[in-house]
């Protein structure tokens, strides 16, 4: 199975977001790609209003999305934000939730992220509830997992994936810039498919800043280096922080053959 990563950078204005969607799809399709996998904040930057935005997933940003999904006849992961659970005073929700939408042939999944990133001055459960469980889905025979962001510093949502089948987990990122965070985001990709034993398909905000260094401000908006990572922990490819669309050919097989060789999972001890 071939997939693509698309390292975009959105903005505030939902329907310049969705042309980057139908555009980066569009090229993942020609090249070949059945699945196409954007970031978190794909539907909206942070460091913009979400409570004005938030909207469930049979609304129109996401038949959009399934739209652009079932014209091409490919996967599309996708981060965008939905109704929190918490209603408050005037005319939309006071929390949203930070949501992977999962659609394409055969494909109707949604995650929401469970570890809200409250750290390096960012405070993600002021305006985002929390999301309850794990959720994989499976496309062309292969089950993928689902994570996000600060997600990526939690081993045990991994490794629940991958005993609930998966072979590979996506992560949807727009990670936090400063001293260190590219590294770190580049170790705990590797950290993450050696846990797991699986692909990890790692796919970022580009870095809105470019040459002129990390973002200003304490919203997370993106440093890049999507990467795609063997269950060895090896570097397959990766972009850098620019905007691109990063190519890889999956192979469960490798998957059952790293399992057969690191056999992590089956000798793990639960305490």
């Known amino acids: 199975m071939r997939v693509a990563l698309a390292q975009i950078i959105t903005g505030r204005d939902l329907a310049d977001n969705l042309a980057l969607v139908e555009e980066y799809a569009r090229e993942a399709k020609d090249g070949g790609a059945a699945l196409v996998v954007f970031p978190e904040a794909t539907m909206r930057a942070f460091g913009h209003s979400l409570l004005d935005i938030a909207e469930p997933l049979d609304g129109p940003w996401a038949s959009r999305v399934r739209a652009i999904a079932a014209e091409l006849d490919v996967v599309i992961v996708a981060g965008m934000f939905t109704p929190g659970s918490e ?138 280096h999507s990467a795609v990572v063997s269950p060895f922990g090896e570097v397959i490819d990766e972009l850098d922080g620019g905007p691109g669309l990063l190519f890889a050919e999956l192979d469960p097989d490798v998957v059952t053959n790293a399992r057969a060789v690191l056999p992590v999972l089956a000798n793990r001890h639960r305490f």
Do not use: M
């Open 87 to 224: 209603p408050g005073a005037g005319t939309g929700p006071r929390k949203v939730r930070n949501t992977l939408l999962a659609t394409g042939p055969g494909v109707d999944a949604s995650y929401d992220k469970i570890h809200l990133f409250d750290a390096y001055g960012f405070a993600e459960s002021d305006t985002v509830d929390a999301g309850t469980g794990p959720v994989t889905f499976e496309a062309a025979g292969i089950t993928f997992g689902l994570a996000t962001c600060y997600d990526i510093r939690f081993p045990d949502l991994f490794t629940e994936n991958a005993d609930r089948g998966a072979q590979v987990n996506i992560v949807c990122a727009s990670w936090g810039s400063g001293p260190g965070k590219v590294e770190q985001w580049q170790l705990l990709a590797r950290a993450r498919a050696i846990d797991s034993t699986t692909v990890v398909l790692a796919c970022g905000q580009g870095n809105a800043a470019g040459e002129s260094g990390p973002a200003k401000g304490s919203a997370p908006t993106g440093v890049g």
